[in-house]
């Protein structure tokens, strides 16, 4: 669902877009703040899509950290701070289950 609609958790709108303007980013970067984060993960063939761990790795704490960073050096907007908190609480929940 994350990938071909917006999102709206308590009234803040999360959006794939900023996913995508961070990997963007993160990808000509010779040191990455997501190494994890693919092409595969923010393109996925209709086969992987089906695939857990790329959605683990996209709601994993090094790319809310990666995109935080990116926050703060402003490249992406200042509305991807809903995504990024989203991020951060779904990561939470999959730690705990």
């Known amino acids: 669902m994350f990938f071909k609609h917006n ?3 308590n009234d ?8 995508d303007t961070f ?7 010779n040191v990455r703040m997501a190494p994890k984060l693919t092409y595969s993960h923010i393109h996925p063939s209709p086969f992987e899509r ?3 761990r ?3 790795h996209i709601f994993g704490h ?3 950290a990666g995109m935080s960073a990116a926050l703060n050096q ?7 701070k809903c995504t990024i908190n989203f991020i951060n ?5 999959i730690i705990i289950i």
């Open 7 to 9: 999102l709206i958790v």
């Open 12 to 19: 803040d709108v999360i959006e794939k877009k900023h996913v």
């Open 23 to 29: 990997y963007n980013y993160d990808s000509k970067c």
């Open 50 to 52: 089906m695939k857990v």
């Open 54 to 56: 790329l959605a683990a």
């Open 62 to 64: 090094s790319v809310a």
């Open 74 to 80: 402003g490249i992406p907007p200042k509305t991807s």
């Open 89 to 93: 609480f779904m990561d939470i929940i």
